[in-house]
Nanobody, 125 residues
Framework: QVQLVESGGGLVQAGGSLRLSCAAS????????MGWFRQAPEKEREFVAA????????YYADSVKGRFTISRDNAKNTVSLQMNSLKPEDTAVYYC??????????????????WGQGTQVTVSS
């Protein structure tokens, strides 16, 4: 089992920045690729970003490319999402997820085995 706990969400004005963190515990964190997803009100959950097991590969949704950066620190069992130039349409609950493979994959939810509870990000216009 892997437990994931997100933090860092909050309210920010459009154009601002936030940094989300996800702390992992349980099995060996470095064996897992990690991802971030988000779910806006009345919308389906969507892929945001993924990072491979040692961080050499990353993959982003087109909607966040160039604005968001995913990173990980295997020594601290954490994965982060730096979000810059935030837009009101980035408002959502953001979820951290882990999968029992090392590659970034294709961003499909079903690839992921463990999920956090989510953290709310609200971007005001």
């Amino acid at each position: 089992q892997v437990q994931l706990v997100e933090s860092g969400g909050g309210l920010v004005q459009a154009g601002g920045s936030l940094r989300l963190s996800c702390a992992a515990s349980g099995r060996t964190f470095s064996n897992y690729a990690m991802g971030w997803f988000r779910q806006a009100p009345e919308k389906e959950r969507e892929f945001v970003a993924a990072i491979s097991w040692i961080g050499l590969s990353t993959y982003y949704a087109d909607s966040v490319k160039g604005r968001f950066t995913i990173s990980r620190d295997n020594a601290k069992n954490t994965v982060s999402l730096q979000m810059n130039s935030l837009k009101p349409e980035d408002t959502a609950v953001y979820y951290c997820a882990a999968k029992m493979v090392r590659t970034v994959g294709t961003g499909r939810e079903r690839e992921y085995d463990y999920w956090g509870q989510g953290t709310q990000v609200t971007v005001s216009s």
